[in-house]
């Protein structure tokens, strides 16, 4: 957004006393986003702090996150209490305050989505366990049957959640966390949204499931137990379609869009089509979420016509080889093929939210084929690569998917090895290898999640990037002409994470990724600060790999690492700039990888933007 409209923006809702508008003329093209995780405990003073500094952060759309799909909002009832997004549990359980900050936010140049899913919302621990995991023998998530359900599907259960397969033994959940998609069979408008799928449809015919009902007992179709549907059947009793009345809460709390977090992957292995150990088909899977999709269009169109719509999406969605099962490879390709207009709806025009890929959360681990290609590197940077351009060869504009701190995918507690946190190198290698202006941006989960939950060193996780300096850099990508991008996430707190430590004056240069981003050529920068300390954010997506190719992949090592040095390691010395001792030559002097520190003569200098739209070094403090 350019910053005079944002100053007017404000002037309107400030001076005039005028409510900010909805659907700020942001180009749909270049959104640099974030989601944020409510709870009751810290949601509402982050929620707050961004509203109160949103001018100046560095992102121009916020997703507030999650909505549960079994929600229910009478419309002008302006209440949450039916339609939780882990705000408060008391009076209007939220709804005034999120309005207001909503407003706030918007009168700031930001944009707010709801999102509605999230990974603990769309999963059936039973069918996910049963189909997605158990049935094939052996993969990487298959240690977990192995370990708590001696080895078979029938040894797990609900007392232990199912072999943990949605969330690990240590979150301590039980069935009341988790829900479905459901389909909402006794109302018209979801037999409208039926209608047009069936219509359409060029797979294999159409088969509903409105039987499977959150609250419900559902026999296993293909022998097996009667487990209860997660989930509250509320929506039922009230004769209410929860995609509907997802559109009415987004119109009275005067949201910009709305976001659908689709990952039904237990959907898709247990209505899957094809025999033995595959390939298989997820036609059925593919008429589900487009009719969810159908239904949220028409009530946009409806009810809230200037509402957008966004979706999130796996990373190997788009991609249109043999689907083996285990995850939703190739969903978004075949939605967009059968139902372009639905698709389109959400890339193209002014109703258009996007296409955000979940490019995170991957795995190096060969072992189960999970680098996917046979040419690229299997490095973060090499995959995120390989499944934008899955994407972009699909015809399906999209955005790249970041994760802050340490990814959820592959589990900690059995492949920590080869998981593949994003570290100042990996990004580095996401922005210069995938074109941002076909990729219409990119988003991050989460605004909160600390850059690192593990210790650091050799034996532990590396020095991952923190996520002011993962929100400057792509909003710089994205935005360039753009002060926001600036900006900093405000901490809460008071707790700004300590800088990274450096080495003494007498060494050479090294390069390391800041935890901080300068805001001053003279002094640390302290972004504003609320409230007490964050706790540690749950993840987003627990995913089984994202990659399945036909044959077992080969890898090459290809180099990544930062522009600004020709070694391998991330912590040599820039090959680009020469520093004369004493003089104070890196002042000013132009860099190439943003939120970086060269420590040299007895002074710290930071790589980032000092009153202008091109990166140059700059001192941050005294001493290394």
């Known amino acids: 957004m350019h910053p005079a409209i944002f100053v007017i923006a404000a002037l309107l809702s400030y001076t005039n006393g005028v409510n900010a508008l909805a659907n700020p003329p942001i180009d749909a093209d270049k959104v640099a986003a974030g989601y944020l995780l409510l709870n009751p405990t810290e949601g509402p ?66 944009e707010v989505f709801l999102s509605m899913g999230g990974w603990n919302y769309n999963c059936y621990p039973y069918f996910y366990a049963k189909y997605s995991i158990a049935s094939f023998g052996k993969g990487p998530n298959f240690w977990k049957i192995t370990q708590y359900g001696a080895g078979s599907a029938p040894g797990c259960n609900e007392s232990n959640m199912w072999c943990y397969v949605c969330e690990p033994q240590s979150q301590n959940t039980s069935l009341k966390d988790f829900t479905i998609f459901p389909e909402p069979g006794n109302t018209d408008t979801w037999k409208a949204a039926q209608a047009v799928i069936e219509s ?67 959907h898709a292995d247990t209505f899957r089509s094809g025999n033995g150990t595959g390939p298989f088909r997820l036609d059925q899977t ?17 009810i809230y016509p ?12 788009a991609w249109s080889t043999k689907w083996w099962g285990g995850n939703l490879k190739g969903l978004w390709y075949f939605s967009n093929l059968w139902y372009p207009e639905l698709n389109q709806f959400m890339f193209k025009g002014p109703n258009a939210g996007g296409i955000n890929v979940m490019t995170y959360d991957l795995s190096k681990n060969n072992n189960y084929f999970e680098c996917p290609d046979t040419t690229a590197n299997c490095d973060l940077a090499g995959q995120v690569k390989f499944y934008m351009n899955t994407y972009a060869a699909a015809g399906i504009p999209a955005r790249v998917g970041y994760e802050i701190g340490q990814p959820a995918y592959p589990d900690a507690a059995n492949d920590a090895a080869n998981q593949i946190p994003l570290t100042q190198t990996e990004l580095t290698g996401i922005l210069s290898g ?35 300096s993962v929100a400057q850099q792509v909003c710089a990508k994205v935005l360039p002409n753009e002060p926001r991008c600036k900006g900093a996430i405000p901490q809460v707190g008071g707790s700004q994470p300590a800088p990274v430590p450096q080495p003494s004056a007498t060494e050479s240069p090294k390069i390391t990724t800041s935890s901080s981003i300068a805001a001053s050529v003279t002094t640390p920068p302290t972004p504003p600060t609320i409230g007490s300390a964050s706790p ?49 030559a890196m002042q000013g002097s132009p860099c190439s990888v943003h939120g970086q520190t060269v420590c040299t003569d007895g002074n710290t200098y930071q790589c980032a933007y000092y009153g202008t739209y091109a990166l140059s070094w700059g001192k941050w403090f005294s001493g290394c």
């Open 45 to 110: 003073a982050k929620l707050k702090a961004l509203a109160s500094n949103a001018a100046t952060i560095p992102i121009n759309r916020i997703y507030l996150s999650f909505v549960r799909p079994d929600m229910v909002y009478l419309p002008g009832s302006n209440t949450l209490e039916h339609a939780d997004i882990g705000y408060s549990s008391e009076g209007d359980y939220g709804f005034a305050e999120v309005k207001k900050h909503v407003a706030d936010l918007q009168a700031g140049g930001v």
């Open 200 to 266: 359409g449809f060029k797979g294999i015919p159409v088969q509903w499931h409105s039987e499977i009902t959150p609250g419900a007992q559902f026999a296993d179709p293909q022998g097996g137990s009667t487990t209860t549907v997660p989930g509250s059947d509320y929506f039922v009793t009230v004769k209410r379609d929860p995609y509907t009345d997802f559109i009415h809460l987004a119109k009275d709390l005067g949201l910009d869009g709305v976001d659908l977090d689709y990952e039904e992957m237990w």
């Open 286 to 302: 593919v008429y589900k979420y487009s009719a969810i999709v159908a239904d949220m269009v028409s009530a946009i169109k409806t």
């Open 306 to 317: 200037t509402c957008k719509l966004s979706t999130a999406a796996g990373a190997a969605g």
């Open 434 to 468: 995938v074109s941002s202006s076909s990729t219409m941006g990119g988003f991050f989960w989460e605004l909160y999640k600390a850059k690192n939950s593990e210790p650091t060193g050799a034996k532990g996780q590396p020095d991952n990037i923190d996520v002011t």
């Open 536 to 584: 540690s954010v749950t993840e987003k997506t627990r995913t089984i790999p994202s990659a399945t190719a036909d044959t077992p992949a080969k890898t090459t090592a290809v180099q990544t690492t930062a522009s600004c040095s020709d070694d391998d390691d991330e912590d040599s010395a820039p090959k680009s700039q020469t520093v004369v001792a004493g003089g104070g």
